[in-house]
């Protein structure tokens, strides 16, 4: 599959190496909304997209390139990215909630409404929840709640 590319590739495309693409394609893109930039399904690799928000599939030991395995940084085990979790930002993460509840997909944490202080007066506010994808890998969505004065400021 090839797309248009009429915008810019992002500055940071992650690349998760996964044990399974059909498994991996069925929970980014048939529940979360994902779509296919271009992929190379012999290689077990694709690259999506959501909202500007891209990254990159790539079964483990598929690909004719022999480096893969050097790449390792230690042993595989699951759950992948431990230590790490990818922040998405989406319009809704409504729809994403009925989409994972639809498909019986469970939820790692949330979801929340949460404010953060970005500055000594200023707090920003998301609401968000966690899932983890089928090799573990932790995904918050997060919706825009906006800006706000901060509450320790006013104490």
Known sequence: MTTDRSQPRPML????NITSLPASLAFWRDLLG??????????????IEREGVEFML????????ERL??????????????????EITVRD???LLEALSRGGWPLFFGP???WYRVSPHEETGVHQFLV????????????PLGRRPSRAASL
């Open 13 to 16: 495309v992650p690349e998760l």
């Open 34 to 47: 994902f779509r296919i930039l271009y992929d190379r399904p012999e290689e077990g690799f694709a690259a």
């Open 58 to 65: 790539e079964e483990y030991d598929t690909g004719p390139d």
């Open 69 to 86: 395995g050097i790449w390792d940084t230690g042993p595989r085990e699951r759950p992948y990215g431990r230590g790490i979790n990818f």
């Open 93 to 95: 993460v409504g729809l």
């Open 112 to 114: 929340e409404e949460r």
């Open 132 to 143: 983890q994808d089928p090799d573990g890998y932790l995904l918050r969505f997060s919706q």
